[in-house]
């Protein structure tokens, strides 16, 4: 539920309140190793319920300046999980902590010229769990020209630790409450070129330097996996893409991202289920006077290192959709997903009995949404 509303040509409000919930219900039959024969059933079950609400003030300042600032909170006041033998009934793990978190923050456009602006942000997260965590941000965003924008962007994230990572143990697996949050210094420069009105090129060059990364590790003590702030890991790349849209409604566009990743200090030549190129292209044609489209997407994944040293093999596979908004309030679709059934893998984690993890081929999707 959210709610926003002017005061006036300078003042604004937005609030929101909301709830959800996720659900996970897993049964997994195994067999012992003291047996051959017996086939145990393993449930696991996850649970989680949260409220929470948000506000902002928004106040249009002398020279071209708009001040936000605004406050958030949120209550987990529900985070079950479990995981337990049905027969014969044995329990493993059983879970219940809550956690909150509230955070304030501050945001400050100024219109240094008529091409140039400034964006300055800065918000402040604390969380019951591990503490506190303060993000600044900055943009300049310079337009020499009509068509031609350029943007040196930075900023500090994090990502905090879920229940899962902190709390999660059962057979071959052990918790580690005291994970920290992993975060992220990003620098970014980008060129935005329009070519008329309908062609677009976008060049990004960026630069990820990445702290208290959290993966899974094997325990050397006891072999059990375990959820660990890994060292620094650096990311770097390059990202273009250019995309045309045409009044007719047909649309095209093509994009490549070359990166690599790699963990400070390590000898490896970068790390697992990280691609060093990333291509799409797509194509989306009207058909029916713009009520019925078809489009098509077309990715590329270069080969990625495994989490044993090997190498998951590079693949290309095709999307194809028909879109169809004919009938009032409603939009159907259709999909094929990997249209062509090419047989390709991704790396399995650390846990994981299979080094790649075969995917499903070709599949297919109906899709019915209703407006009101």
Do not use: C
């Amino acid at each position: 539920m959210a709610y926003e509303h002017k005061f006036g040509s300078d003042w604004g409000f937005m609030g929101r309140l909301y709830y959800d919930n996720y659900h996970y219900d897993g049964f997994y039959p195994y067999v012992p190793a003291s047996s051959e024969s017996v086939t145990v059933l393993n449930r696991d079950v996850s649970d989680g319920q949260w409220w929470g609400a948000e506000f902002a003030l928004s106040k249009q300042l002398v020279h071209n300046q708009t001040l936000i600032v605004g406050a958030e909170y949120r209550d987990n006041f529900r985070q079950h999980q479990m995981n337990y033998d049905k027969q014969p009934y044995f329990p493993y793990f059983n879970s219940e902590p809550s956690s909150n978190l509230w955070a304030v923050y501050a945001q400050d456009e100024i219109r240094l010229r008529r091409s140039l602006t400034l964006n300055l942000g800065l918000r402040h997260d604390q969380y019951s769990t591990f503490g506190g965590t303060t993000s600044p941000r900055a943009a300049l965003i310079y337009r020499p020209l009509e068509n031609t924008t350029l943007k040196l962007l930075y900023g500090q994230s994090f990502r905090a630790p879920n229940a899962y990572e902190l709390y999660y143990a059962s057979y071959g697996q052990e918790a580690n409450p005291q994970l920290r949050p992993e975060t992220v210094k990003t620098t970014e420069l980008v060129l935005e070129q329009y070519f008329r009105r309908d062609l677009r090129l976008l060049i990004s060059g960026y630069y990820y330097p990445i702290r208290n990364l959290i993966s899974q590790e094997t325990d050397p003590a006891n072999g059990s996996i375990v959820y660990m702030n890994r060292e620094q890991v650096q990311m770097r790349g390059v990202e273009i893409s250019l995309k045309k849209q045409s009044r007719a409604g047909l649309e095209a566009g093509a994009s490549f991202s070359f990166q690599r990743s790699i963990e400070a200090g390590s000898s490896r030549a970068g790390l697992s289920n990280s691609p060093h190129v990333l291509g799409q292209g797509t194509l989306s044609i009207p058909l029916l006077q713009k009520k019925l489209f078809a489009s098509m997407a077309l990715g590329y994944v270069s080969r990625r290192l495994t989490a044993t040293g090997n190498y998951a093999g590079a693949y290309a596979s095709p999307d194809i959709t028909l879109f169809s908004q004919v009938l009032r309030n409603w939009e159907v679709s259709a999909s094929l997903y990997d249209a062509f059934n090419q047989r390709y893998g991704d790396p399995g984690s650390v846990g994981d009995p299979e080094d790649l993890i075969i995917q499903d081929g070709r599949t297919f999707r109906l899709k019915f949404v209703y407006h009101f």
